[in-house]
């Protein structure tokens, strides 16, 4: 799959984000290592601390259909600059994917690409490594 749909896939999922207290709805779409896409909205509670962010909204739905192997995803938001996955979705796409490939890409269309290694080194050593 392309960068382009694969960016696509996020831009619609975004549509359906529930961001009713920052108003920063953000889409996310996981590509698994067979081509097939699992996307993600972010879903905000009043409760800041249980938002559930994009990325790991689509992490829960691939592995719910037992789905273990990424190569990439995409994060899209209307932000001016492109965003990156937070800390705590950095460390759960470590779990899965350590050397996934992050694409970001903002409403007037400035893309970035990051790698989950250069994000978040010594992923899988955690405090002790």
Same mark, same amino acid.
């Not at 961001?19 to 889409?27: D, K, M, N, T």
């Not at 996310?28 to 559930?52: D, K, M, P, R």
């Given at each position: 799959?392309?960068?382009?749909?694969?960016?696509?896939?996020?831009?619609?999922v975004?549509?359906n984000?529930?961001?009713?207290?920052?108003g920063?709805?953000?889409?996310?779409?996981l590509?698994?290592?067979?081509?097939?896409? &699992?996307?993600?909205?972010?879903?905000?509670?009043?409760? &800041?601390?249980?938002?559930?962010?994009?990325?790991?909204?689509?992490?829960?739905?691939?592995?719910?259909?037992? &789905?273990?192997?990424?190569?990439?995803?995409?994060?899209?938001?209307?932000?001016?600059?492109?965003?990156?996955?937070?800390?705590?979705?950095?460390?759960?796409?470590?779990?899965?994917?350590?050397?996934?490939?992050?694409?970001?890409?903002?409403?007037?269309g400035?893309?970035a690409? &990051?790698?989950?290694?250069?994000?978040?080194?010594?992923?899988?050593?955690?405090?002790?490594?």
């Amino acid at each position: 799959m392309d960068d382009d749909t694969l960016i696509a896939a996020a831009w619609r999922v975004r549509e359906n984000a529930y961001a009713q207290y920052s108003g920063f709805p953000v889409g996310a779409a996981l590509l698994g290592s067979n081509g097939q896409v &699992f996307v993600g909205c972010n879903v905000e509670n009043l409760s &800041f601390g249980l938002t559930q962010c994009a990325e790991r909204v689509a992490i829960g739905s691939a592995i719910s259909a037992g &789905f273990r192997a990424f190569t990439c995803v995409a994060v899209v938001s209307d932000s001016s600059e492109p965003i990156s996955p937070c800390g705590a979705c950095r460390q759960v796409l470590a779990e899965f994917a350590p050397r996934l490939r992050i694409l970001s890409e903002t409403l007037s269309g400035v893309r970035a690409e &990051f790698s989950l290694t250069e994000l978040l080194p010594r992923a899988s050593t955690g405090i002790l490594g």
